[in-house]
């Protein structure tokens, strides 16, 4: 006999905090236990509306939960009354509201986050000379005549073509029924957008009656968790504006292997992840154009990069291949599309320039870095690793390049960590353990002091300690191992409870407690397990590319992605996420992905670099490697049971190895996450 | 004080008939009273429906009116109840229970007069010789693997281009999420279909699972009154199946320029003549594939001739400057276009050629009949005429070709004529008048009988005598030009009342009875008028490029189009229609440019050759040339008032010249027809 579960996972999206609840609860109640900013400013009477959400329906493999809307009970009167009054929208609910009867995802608009969001991809600096695939002429026509009765577009292609020193251009079909009422406006004279790229005819794409100054193009970066986008002038080159969102698919999948998942149980609901995505972008679009008072005709050409799971998606494709080997591309090379076609709203007659995957687990997004951070260009031996859900990593010099992927998993993006979170306000992102006390001093994102910094008590509550970011995992793990309060191990050393009462006991572990005013916030040995995983996947792919490659000199290592830019170099070696190498030569470099599709945005040869380096490049397939458990279990080890990390040591004081003392010796390192 | 008009003028499309009715006259009544064709089998009662109409709202500046849906009464009870019971069509109205309140413009639809319908546009007998932008290839592919992470699509690229010996080729976008399970369900082979064409990038346009083996092609002649298509197969150049329909763009103006001028007085009703169009070339497509059991998916490419409003008006473009001096096209080159960018229901990947338009007064439609007879190809001075309302004519060798046109009017199709008509049953379409009794005999569409023969009064009420269509006209006017009873000046001889009482007085004319029972059928003096106005303007037409290739001597003449092949070329040399030419040089050639059209359609190299003819044609606008009024004048007499008509005079003995006894002198050659 079966009794109903008397209690509910609910998962908020996008922040991806989650918690179980006894069936019953508000849940505006739950959202705030977790730290989940849902506004609401009428004191849960129903009246603000303010605390809107939607529930995403559907199974969601990775959380092992089926979602329904009626999950949540039925409508208060007050509800029904503002739903009447206010126009709620049919799937909307009220979370002051609602109270949660079964299993939940929640997801939690964007206009009710606004105001929460930290999109940390931003344009790097980097001059980029233009040489655009869009060209603006102005040429000035005879009238037509009864003589010479060539078709008044024709007549203007020739004058394009003329003017421009082509044998041949061809016009966008769209503008035949406008042709000659932009003729006539601009008396005779009007300027012509010619688009010009390798595997494609040379085309007019858009006219004007009048000069045109100022045209402009876009760079896409769509990542799983956020899409960040560039404008840039297209005649000078500089990027007029920047801006990023959430990735709305994230209510159907936190990371890529959940996405797929997701399509492969609904394949019905394949055209909304496409749509979301999509209107996401033609979101960004509008408040680029709008930053700089531009319009959206003004776009002619943009540019994308992404994991293969976002690249696919975007272009409406089934990405249910990639979720399992041979993780075979649909497309992978390059590809001109018309904007139009894409469903993106610029002028009509704008191009889209995809630009290539290496490999079924290496998008455009880590050829875009290769061609930002240019290893192909150097004889210096570069490893480029751009750390999300999937690590991708590049290896090599101007002689050989090499390329792999690592299924690092989202740990180092707060999820699957008791107390992580995502990079938003009241996330700890910086923290140092004094070696003594033993005590946490951090930093919150949001907040300038530290913890233990004058005014850092008196604003906290503004914001409040939500949980841990990816930085903060990173450096609370390292600086645990550097005080010896973790093994090698990475076991949590049970004998420190005589030192410090921040380690408690939970069952035959341990954990050590950073915050417990509020909200909790602790790192559990399954945490340090999940980083530990994470981080000896990585390690290994990296490992595994030295190997073919045949050194084990790193000249300079690159951190893309906005994970590497707010990491601590020094930690992650710390922590054996990187191999060895002289700690002057490891930097961040933002986001090389919207750098590199900011590059070939903005100049065509950038374009023919980008597809001779993915050619040439050698995909590594780790999975297929014989040697990569073996060096996944050395890596499990803080920082590594076999490599020595000299410069490092040079650097920095080590612990010494010590015995671990509780009963986990000897359980890790035996799983490997699955792709 | 002005007084309700107690009459309205009612046209009916497509069939053209229209008359004058007093107020409160059911629509019916006067449907039948003009022999327009509309099925009733419930003897008015409002049950069968099969005599349902619709109104076209709108300015008609042709007709002098404006049509409106409230110009005929309220519903009925009856037609209440068929609207419910039977779901009426908004738009539509029953014919039995509607009675006229004022102007109208009736629209008959389609489905109540197809097996009226008479489109006498047939495949020509040609052997074409296939060369066509479609190939198919089948290709097997590896299985995908990790060691080489190539997409799925690019490697069939690779594939279809080596299999095809192309350095490169694209793949249609549209395909690109169905390609992995397209070669999934093939088991890695896969028969593709690549278009490959000047102009174009070669491209995968469709792929199927399995061996092809039929593919289609689709070529197609929209004329002003009628639209032709033909199905090829593309592997065997063969014409499978043909059909025609009327242009439904006839509710919105009967010739080319009322049509302008609908779209000039209702700009915002431009989308619904392009819209109308392509909604009757697929109901065409329909036919077509379910005729040879395909479907139209397996359709892949097409070609379209039309004049330049027809050809613009497909294409979506405003034809207003088509409309007056300097008759600008937007655009006359030939196009490469997307099927599926014009709304057509092919294969989503099907493509369109747009053969290429000679100037505003001459389309496609001459291009493809002068690529049909090739002139260009020959010694032979041929004199190539397609008439319609606006007559093309090609006149040349292979030294020289000029191309012209001619405002005729829609005289030659039966419009401007009392008892005029289109080419349908009931309408007569060859006549004999006996040189001494100058009593007719004639011949009608749907009868094989003469009406002297054995059998036609038996059989003549099941379809009536109800006009006269254009072939008819003709040979009634040379008839009674070659029996005395007009003078070489067109006017009908009042004295020949004394031989006939089929010739009586219309004040101060004359008019000949062909038939006065049931419906009279008469010529009138107008309608010799109309017909010396058209012929004139074509013969003056024909004599300037004659001037202009500095020779009257002629070795053919092909007649193009649906009348050309249905006009007598004896009848057509003693009216003076065409210049004299040895009689056995004339021939009708029947569609000729929809046998281009299938020309282009199957072969490349046709392609090729239509667009160096109409590059290297000279264009003759007859506006401005000063002789063509001079020539104009003389063309007005039958056959000509100065040519000598040498080799027609041998061949048939033509009357005395003899002076005109009517008023009539003089007032002929001062008109001409506004364009």
Chains 1, 2 share one sequence.
């Not at 977790?34 to 605390?51: D, Q």
């Not at 010099?397 to 707060?414: H, I, Q, V, Y």
Request: aromatic share 4%; net charge negative.
């Amino acid at each position: 006999m079966s009794e109903a579960p008397q209690t509910a996972k609910v998962v908020f999206q996008p922040s991806g905090r989650r918690g179980t609840f006894p069936i019953g609860t508000p849940l505006l109640d739950a959202a705030r236990s977790l730290g989940v900013y849902v506004e609401s400013v009428c004191g849960g009477r129903g009246i603000c509306g303010r605390c809107q959400i939607s529930v995403s329906e559907g199974s969601f493999a990775k959380e092992n939960l089926t979602s329904a809307a009626d999950h949540l009970d039925g409508e208060s009167e007050a509800e029904s009354r503002y739903r009447s009054l206010r126009k709620l929208p049919g799937d909307r609910r009220l979370s002051c509201q609602a109270t949660i009867l079964g299993n939940l995802v929640v997801d939690v608009p964007t206009e009710a986050q606004t105001n929460r969001q930290v999109v940390r991809k931003r344009a790097e600096a980097r001059s980029i000379t233009p040489k655009t695939a869009v060209s603006l002429t102005t040429v000035t026509l005879t009238e037509p005549s009864m003589e010479t009765p060539h078709g008044d577009a024709d007549r203007l292609r020739d004058a394009v073509a003329t003017s421009l020193d082509l044998s041949f251009v061809t016009m966008d079909p769209a503008l035949l029924p406008r042709v000659q009422a932009i003729l006539r406006k601009g008396q005779w004279t009007t300027t012509a957008a010619v688009y010009r790229d390798n595997g494609t005819i040379p085309e007019i794409i858009a006219l004007w009656p009048v000069e045109k100054t100022s045209i402009y193009g876009l760079a896409v970066d769509i990542g799983s968790t956020t899409i960040a986008a560039h404008l840039c002038d297209l005649q000078t080159g500089r990027t007029v504006s920047s801006a990023g969102t959430s990735n709305p698919q994230i209510r159907f999948g936190e990371d890529l292997m959940s996405r797929v998942s997701y399509v492969q149980m609904n394949p019905s609901k394949l055209p909304d992840l496409t749509r979301c995505v999509r209107e996401a972008i033609n979101a960004l679009i509008g408040k680029l154009v709008s930053d700089v008072g531009a319009d959206r005709a003004d776009v002619l050409d943009a540019t994308f990069v992404g994991n293969p799971v976002m690249h696919h998606l975007f272009l409406g494709i089934d990405p249910v291949e990639l979720g399992g080997a041979p993780f075979a591309l649909a497309v992978s090379d390059s590809m001109s599309l018309k904007a139009r076609d894409l469903d993106l709203e610029l002028n009509p007659g704008a191009r889209v320039y995809m630009l290539p995957c290496i490999a079924g687990h290496v998008g455009s997004d880590a050829a875009a870095a290769a061609l930002a951070e240019a290893p192909a260009n150097s004889q210096d031996i570069t490893l480029l690793v751009d750390v999300g859900t999937n690590a991708e990593i590049v290896l090599g010099n101007k002689d050989r390049l090499l390329a792999a992927s690592s299924p690092t998993g989202p740990a180092f993006e707060g999820a699957e960590i008791s107390s992580g979170q995502r990079a938003a306000p009241g996330a700890i992102e910086r923290i140092r353990i004094d070696r003594d006390t033993l005590e946490p001093r951090f930093k919150v994102i949001g907040l300038d002091e530290w913890s233990d910094e004058e005014g850092f008590a008196d604003k906290i509550d503004q914001v409040g300690v939500t949980g841990i970011c990816g930085s903060g995992i990173i450096e609370v793990v390292a600086e645990m191992f550097l005080c010896g309060l973790i093994t090698e191990d990475g076991v949590i050393d049970g004998e420190m409870t005589a030192r410090t009462s921040r380690i408690v006991a939970n069952g035959r572990t341990f954990s050590y407690i950073i915050a417990s005013e509020g909200l909790e916030i602790s790192i559990l040995q399954t945490d340090i397990r999940a980083i530990q995983l994470a981080k000896a996947a990585l390690y290994a792919g990296i490992k595994l590319l030295q190997d073919k490659l045949g050194t084990t000199h790193i000249d300079r290592i690159r951190l893309a992605g906005a994970f590497g830019s707010y990491i601590d170099p020094q930690y992650a070696l710390v922590l054996g996420l990187l191999p060895d190498c002289p700690l002057g030569g490891v930097a961040g470099v933002g986001n090389a992905a919207g750098t590199g599709a900011r590059m070939a945005l903005l100049n065509t040869d950038h374009r023919r670099a980008v597809e001779t380096t993915v050619c040439t490049i050698e995909k590594i397939e780790t999975a297929l490697e014989p040697k990569f458990q073996e060096h996944f279990v050395n890596a499990m080890a803080l920082p590594n049971k076999v490599d020595a990390f000299e410069n490092l040591r040079a650097a920095i004081s080590l612990p010494d190895r010590k015995e671990p003392s509780g009963s986990e010796r000897g359980r890790s390192g035996r799983r490997r996450r699955s792709a």
